[in-house]
């Protein structure tokens, strides 16, 4: 009659689409401190699909490759459109969303992981809390007087604006960290926190109260640790120039440790 | 800091609204527990791109608030009550000051004052902008200042744990809610004082939509459920261009077409060739063969339902929901240039380069006009209970213009937060047997709980969510008919018994998927409802609410808000008037100035040029023009600004085009 008695899957498909199929390894864990094991899954493609439709489909009937009868893949997803950073986790080896992560793009068999630096909760879901509490540390923030109306806020370059809004677009995704040699835990505060002190501390306002910033970042986890392998950089989804950041605020760190004490 | 006088507010959702009202409440000293699905930071008001509206007037234009207002209600068709809305533009330009001083990067001018450019449905430029990714950056400001309140110890967050149901007292006083954690199932009762919901949209009602995907409205349809009254439920919009994913819809922004994309479907049905294989005459360019004079730049209401019908018929690409929206005869330098940031997202979703492949698109779910019912002060029927943002009804009537969204979540989180605590102060506390409601309730949870992980059937959840967003897709979207949504009523019944025979998939409850979602799913169900059959109800055309059967807005029968009352037999519908006191209604009539607009948007004015059912460029109605009447609203707005900041005469040519590449770049998820 309509549309509506349609199912989705009635597009006709060629010979080559109907034989082929999507081979996904996912390294699971059931909880906690739980083993780690890798299940093999194979699914039917179609084209344009990412890796978050592969999940999906999945979840619907978690049966694997040899025909076991398993719980459903866990992972953590929103947006889909690579602006809420919750989907990240290790694609064939390499930290990235998977939202965008296309089939088409990568070789099979497709490995997925949870990344490794952050507490695994359950198959491909982690808990980056600590990079909000990073955030606390630094004091990542605009110190306004109050949020009721006071009038235009101060007057900006566009190109500092540019400069600001290219650090602003950190989505706490993770990546950048999992990628950094030196971030472990607690040993190091990590590019992530340190680009988002440069963000406020390049603001009129938030220059005033950038020294306590800079004390959040010059403990013995702070920006002293970058050993400069500049993988940050480059699994960055946003492409945020945190080396530069990184760059920037160490100088402000050494000329504060060095002058600093005058203010007092 | 005033120290904290022991009111605690419960705010659910911690996207722009959520944020707005914690931040207020927590200046305010007093406390909040702030509960979201996903760590706030990830809402998704991330994915507003377009753009905030507020009238600053910079650019010598003569805009005002009142202007602002009064571009709103027209383009909502006159459904939304006036008041909250006029008190919305009036607070506008404060707002997006407010964000400035927060240090949200937004685009600035030449002397670098605020930027603002031109959005559908005005004349002015009134969009404040941080480039692409407005909604983003407005968000992250928000977070930031709440998370220096959590510092502080004011706002305690319950990330990762979902509202289930309010906890109402023997007078149906919402006293606090129940919350799950999505890692453990672990049920637990939050007393508060008083409750704002601030969850936003309901999308996945449809099954893929362009919202996130804790765009579920199952929070709201719990309150529901619980005697919340819902507002005008069948006001859905759909933008007419998003890209068709196997997980969801992604916006393509609008000037694609005003670069001269063209839209197409092959001739034959269910013809498998690819695109280059089919020639010119084989192709059928319905919006061009349809509408001559306008072509592909027909109103975004018309694009979007004729591309849906096409695809009804069966003719869209290979037999699926798919048009072409063709930019290939355009030389790839000059795509590059005029839209290369939205030919990079297409890329980065899809793995096709639209420069040498027709993109693929299709209307997609966007946002719910509708949402609860609350009066001017935000407060729902229930006492203690509140909302703001997407998740209620009350500022965009039965259409949204773009970039209004982001200013109406603020506005509802400022408004709502003194509200919760001037209620607060006022409400007399349970007495020393409040407990039991607590208790009471999260018994009632979970045994619900209890009930899913027990039962077996040979239903799978996931299909029915399935089928019920390709139902209220088909039918409840874009072209309603009165048959069909009564169909879809009886099909929505036949799911909602089916439910009870789902099995959860998933032996592993630990950080399961599968029973919030089947929890979510049961909620939806029943929003759908509401939605189905509000559409049914209303037998007119007004807004995004569309019936070839009854083609025209009818005031006299319809200019009135649908209230939906959940009862165990489904919604109850009544009516009441919608307030009109400050501007009378009058038709949106776009005979005039087409040649005009038509000309502008061929000369690549993209969007904005657009005449649109849904927000078209208005010429201001002589003597429509007045002064508010009344400035002590929720917000005062102050007129002596506009003579400070009235500088920007005219715009340099560089300014236009920094303008219109950042209109290429983005622009997607915030317009229709």
């Known amino acids: 009659m309509s549309a509506q008695q349609v199912e989705t899957t009635t597009r006709p498909v060629d010979e080559r689409e109907i034989q082929k199929s999507v081979v996904i390894r996912i390294r699971r864990r059931e909880r906690p401190g739980a083993e780690q094991r890798w299940e093999e899954f194979e699914i039917p493609y179609r084209p344009n699909l990412n890796i978050i439709s592969c999940l999906m489909e999945i979840r619907k009937n978690p049966v694997t490759r040899d025909g076991k009868q398993t719980t459903p893949p866990a992972w953590d997803m929103n947006c889909l459109e690579q602006v809420c950073g919750i989907c990240t986790m290790v694609i064939n080896g390499r930290v990235r969303q998977s939202c965008s992560a296309l089939v088409d793009q990568l070789d099979e068999p497709i490995t997925l992981e949870p990344m490794t630096k952050f507490p695994n909760v359950r198959d491909l879901i982690v808990d980056r809390s600590r990079m909000f509490e990073h955030l606390k540390k630094v004091n990542a923030w605009i110190e306004i007087d109050g949020s009721y109306d006071l ?26 960290l999992e990628a950094c040699p030196q971030y472990y835990e607690d040993q190091y505060i990590g590019p992530q926190a340190i680009a988002q002190v440069r963000l406020m501390n390049m603001h009129p306002s938030g220059k005033m109260t950038r020294d306590e910033r800079l004390e959040g970042i010059m403990g013995d986890d702070g920006i002293t640790n970058c050993g400069n392998a500049q993988n940050c950089v480059k699994v960055c989804p946003m492409s945020i120039p945190l080396t530069k950041a990184i760059y920037e605020e160490n100088r402000e760190t050494v000329v504060h440790g060095l002058f600093g004490w005058l203010k007092w | 800091m005033a120290t904290t006088n022991g009111i605690r507010i419960a705010i659910v959702g911690g996207g722009l609204a959520g944020l707005a009202a914690a931040m207020k409440i927590a200046e305010q000293g007093h406390e909040v527990d702030l509960f979201s699905v996903v760590p706030v930071k990830r809402s998704h008001s991330v994915c507003a791109q377009g753009g905030i509206n507020g009238a600053v007037n910079t650019k010598g234009e003569g805009d005002s608030p009142w202007k602002h207002f009064d571009d709103t209600v027209y383009g909502g068709d006159f459904l939304a009550n006036q008041p909250p809305v006029k008190a919305m533009c009036e607070m506008a330009p404060s707002i997006i000051y407010l964000f400035d001083r927060m240090g949200v990067p937004f685009s600035r001018t030449t002397e670098g004052l605020l930027d603002f450019r031109r959005f559908g449905g005005t004349l002015h430029h009134r969009t404040a902008f941080a480039g692409a990714s407005t909604g983003q950056q407005l968000l992250y400001a928000l977070d930031e200042q709440v998370r220096r309140y959590e510092v502080g110890g004011q706002v305690k967050k319950y990330e990762g744990w979902e509202m289930v149901s309010l906890i109402l007292d023997d007078h149906q006083v919402a006293r606090g809610l129940v919350a799950m954690n999505l890692q453990t199932l672990e049920l637990k009762a939050f007393p508060a004082d008083a409750v704002i919901m601030a969850t936003g949209g309901p999308g996945l009602i449809f099954g893929k939509s362009t919202n996130s995907m804790v765009c579920t409205g199952s929070a709201v349809a719990a309150c529901y459920t619980q005697g919340a009254r819902y507002g005008n439920g069948e006001f859905i919009q759909v933008h007419p261009t998003s890209i068709p994913g196997e997980d969801k819809l992604r916006l393509m922004s609008e000037s694609a077409r005003g670069e001269g994309g063209r839209v197409w479907v092959p001739r034959e049905k269910g013809d498998a060739r690819s695109s280059s294989s089919i020639p010119e005459s084989e192709r059928w360019y319905f919006l061009e063969e349809k509408y001559p004079a306008y072509g592909n730049l027909v109103p975004r209401d018309i694009a979007t339902r004729e591309i849906f019908q096409v695809c009804l018929d069966g003719y869209g690409i290979g037999g699926e929901n798919q048009v072409y929206l063709d930019l290939t005869h355009i030389p790839a330098e000059t795509l590059d240039k005029k839209l290369g940031a939205i030919l990079e997202i297409y890329e980065m979703f899809v793995g096709d380069d639209p420069r040498h492949v027709p993109m693929r698109i299709f209307p997609g779910v966007h946002y719910s006009m509708g949402g609860l019912w609350v009066d001017y002060y935000q407060r729902t029927n229930i006492p203690g209970l509140l909302a703001a943002g997407e998740c209620d009804y009350s500022i965009h009537g039965a259409n949204r213009l773009g970039a209004n969204s982001l200013v109406s979540c603020v506005y509802g989180g400022f408004i709502a937060a003194p509200a919760a605590i001037e209620y607060a102060k006022n409400i007399e506390r349970n007495g020393a047997d409040g407990s039991r409601i607590y208790d009471d309730e999260v018994r009632r949870q979970q045994e619900i709980n209890d009930q899913l992980i027990r039962q077996s059937g040979t239903e799978n959840q996931y299909r029915i969510h399935e089928e019920m967003g390709k139902w209220m897709t088909d039918n409840v979207t874009v072209v309603r008919y009165n048959d069909r949504l009564k169909e879809t009523d009886d099909k929505l019944l036949e799911l909602i018994d089916r439910y009870d025979h789902i099995s959860i998939n998933d032996s ?26 509000g559409a049914l109800n209303r037998n ?30 489904g919604p109850v519908l009544s009516y009441e008037p919608v307030d009109i006191s400050l501007i009378e209604p009058r038709k949106r009539d776009y005979s005039k100035g087409k040649k005009q607009d038509a000309a502008k948007a061929s000369a690549g004015a993209t969007t904005s040029g657009l005449p649109s059912k849904e927000g078209a460029p208005q010429v201001p109605v002589e003597g429509s023009e007045m002064k508010p009447r009344d400035l002590t609203g929720p917000a005062v707005w102050d007129q002596n600004k506009e003579e400070v900041r009235d500088v920007m005469r005219g715009e340099t040519e560089t300014r236009r085009e920094q303008d219109k590449s950042i209109e290429d770049a983005g622009g997607k998820s915030d317009k229709l």
């Not at chain 2, 007004?542 to 959940?566: C, S």
Request: net charge negative; with cysteine; hydrophobic share 30%.
């Open chain 2, 508 to 533: 592993n409850l630990w950080a399961t998927h599968a029973l919030p979602h089947a929890r979510q799913l049961y909620n939806m169900l029943q929003l759908a409802r509401v939605i189905t059959l």
């Open chain 2, 540 to 569: 007119e055309s007004r807004g995004a609410h569309y019936k070839p059967d009854f083609p025209n807005r009818d005031d006299e029968m319809w200019l009135k808000t649908t209230i939906a009352e959940y009862s165990g037999e």
């Open chain 1, 151 to 176: 009038g235009p806020g101060p007057r900006m370059d566009q190109d500092d604006v540019s400069e600001r809004y290219a650090y602003s677009r950190c989505m706490t995704c993770g990546c950048c």
